[in-house]
């Protein structure tokens, strides 16, 4: 008997005809500076007409996931938020830093190649790039029987950006006076799902397509909320010279484990959880859980997604800024002392 590929599970067929669905929004990413098109062995980018605008160039890059939110994805049998995920979970990432995306790469694994989703999924990814002018320069997709359970999907995205040296943000001038500003998260975004996902469908015993009163909408669609992207925000904040000293991108470890990575030595941040609302996915979580005030704060966002550090008389000039430019909402969340690097939560 002859054995082939496909017999052992890879279908190199199906990868060719993924190529063919996604290249065309793909390729709506691409500017000029896309030397390269769809199957090249490398992606190429020309940098020439964007660093005449600085001085010293510096690249910024950072790799994330989605995390088992894809497993939400997978039970739900909806996939065209998830890349839109990835995407946003990376590019905060970056843009904290005062950077300015440029491209994006994808990973995209499985247990055995479906067009139909692998298109889905690129194609949100391929919006989310297009709507920040960010163009997705290549990506990979893997075919692993006996690697992944049936069904299930892995994603890791890669983004690359630039910032002029002098003005790349991390934290070091925060000083105890200054001023934390919190905006708003759209509910768990990337993070905190294996615990969600236990909370609500072995505790609450919940189907994902159960209508859920205090939510509003299913459990599946309030889990599968997609991650909101800061880029727009975060730049012409930048651009309109609002004295930003520090950003975090509040992911994984929530507020608590996030802001000190951008506090300096001998500054702490006092954070008031009253002063902005915990929205409802929150609250039925914990109750479900009957989990403490505290473990609530280090493992999920609770309601703010990014947070900024200002001079105290920059306090209203960035919360209007914010409320003139988009549909976000800040809160004044607290303050920075003196101290050990830590979140004092009260």
Known sequence: MSID???????????????????????????????TGIG????????????????????????DGVGTKMIVARMMQKFDTIGYDLVSACVNDIIV?????????????????????????????????AAIGVALVGGETAEMPSTYLPGEHDLVGVVTGVVEKEHIINGATIQPGDVVIGV???GLHTNGYSLARKLFFEVGQFQADEFHPELGMTVGEA???????????????????????????????????????ILPDNTAAWID??????????????????????????TFNMGIGLV?????????????????RSDLKSYTLGTILEGHPGVNLS
């Open 5 to 35: 590929y496909k017999s052992a599970g890879v279908n190199i067929d199906a990868g060719n005809e993924v190529v063919n669905r996604i290249k065309n929004k793909v390729k709506m990413t691409f500017s000029p500076a896309v030397l």
């Open 40 to 63: 090249s062995f490398g992606s190429f980018f020309d940098l020439s007409d964007i660093v005449r605008d600085y001085r010293n160039p510096v690249l910024v890059q950072s790799i």
């Open 97 to 129: 830093h005062g950077a300015k995306p440029l491209t994006f790469l994808d990973y995209v694994a499985n247990d055995k190649l479906n067009p139909d989703i692998v298109e889905k999924i690129v194609g949100g990814m391929a919006e989310a790039c």
């Open 184 to 186: 708003n998260s759209s």
């Open 223 to 261: 889990l599968l909320t997609p991650h909101l992207n800061y880029t727009k925000l975060v730049l012409e904040a930048l651009n309109a010279d609002i004295p930003i000293k520090g950003m975090a991108h509040i992911t994984g470890g929530g507020i608590p484990e996030n802001l000190p990575r």
């Open 273 to 298: 959880s009253k002063s902005w609302p915990v929205p409802a996915i929150f609250k039925v979580m914990q109750q479900l859980g009957e989990i403490p005030h505290l473990e609530m704060y280090r």
């Open 308 to 324: 900024f550090v200002v001079p105290k008389n920059a306090v209203d000039l960035l919360r209007d800024f914010i409320s003139s």
